[in-house]
């Protein structure tokens, strides 16, 4: 099993900055990938951005630019960061962490809102 605690959502004004981090704990590999997806109320869930082992990232279109991902360089931490720059309103929903090996795991969802 995989535990995954995430922290780090709020309330934020247009245009300001969040981060968010998760760490992964339990039966943890070392080639795994690790990322944020959110869902708004009343939308399905979707990919924010991804990170694998090697460093390698994707993100989702709305975010480029805006959004970074990164994780510890001690791998063995597994703790994935969502680095927030410029939110706009259209940010606004619950974001899961997601560990992926021989299984997708999910965090228990942080809020993200932003509004003036």
């Known amino acids: 099993q995989v535990q995954l605690v995430e922290s780090g959502g709020g309330l934020v004004q247009p245009g300001g900055s969040l981060r968010l981090s998760c760490a992964a704990s339990?039966?943890?590999?070392?080639?795994?990938?690790m990322g944020w997806y959110r869902q708004a109320p009343g939308k399905e869930r979707e990919l924010v951005a991804i990170i694998i082992s090697n460093g390698a990232t994707k993100y989702a279109d709305f975010v480029k630019g805006r959004f970074t991902i990164s994780r510890d360089r001690d791998n063995a931490k597994n703790t994935v960061y969502l680095q927030m720059d410029s939110l706009i309103p259209e940010d606004t929903a619950v974001y899961y962490c997601?560990?992926?090996?021989?299984?997708?795991?999910w965090g228990q969802g942080t809020q993200v809102t932003v509004s003036s």
């Open positions: 997601l560990y992926r090996w021989g299984g997708d795991y």
């Open positions: 339990g039966r943890i590999f070392s080639t795994n990938a």
